[in-house]
């Protein structure tokens, strides 16, 4: 079993800058994956940002502002987000996939990108 905490999320200004990490803990050989989500009101879910094995990837959306990392000895993940934009506004979430490729969630945390 694998937790996931997340924290980070707020209200900030467009044009802001906010930082969301991801802390796993539990039973697990090692981490293959970790990514963000989001969720805004009335839409599916969808692939903020990925890091897999020193590789990362990026919504179009997101690109330029956003940057993902990992830090393998404390099993965290981090999202830089800058130069937010209203249309950011959503709910995080971390997704963990470990060796085995079980797949885990956090919670969620909130972002709200208003003036």
């Known amino acids: 079993q694998v937790q996931l905490v997340e924290s980070g999320g707020g209200l900030v200004q467009p044009g802001g800058s906010l930082r969301l990490s991801c802390a796993a803990s539990g039973r697990f050989f090692s981490i293959y994956a970790m990514d963000w989500y989001r969720q805004a009101p009335g839409k599916q879910r969808e692939l903020v940002a990925t890091a897999t094995n020193g590789t990362t990837a990026y919504a179009d959306s997101v690109k330029g502002r956003f940057t993902i990392s990992r830090d393998n000895a404390k099993n965290t993940v981090y999202l830089q987000m800058n130069s937010l934009k209203p249309e950011d506004t959503a709910v995080y979430y971390c997704?963990?996939?470990?060796?085995?490729?079980?797949?885990?969630w956090g919670q969620g945390t909130q972002v709200t990108v208003s003036s």
């Open positions: 997704n963990c996939i470990i060796s085995t490729m079980q797949s885990y």
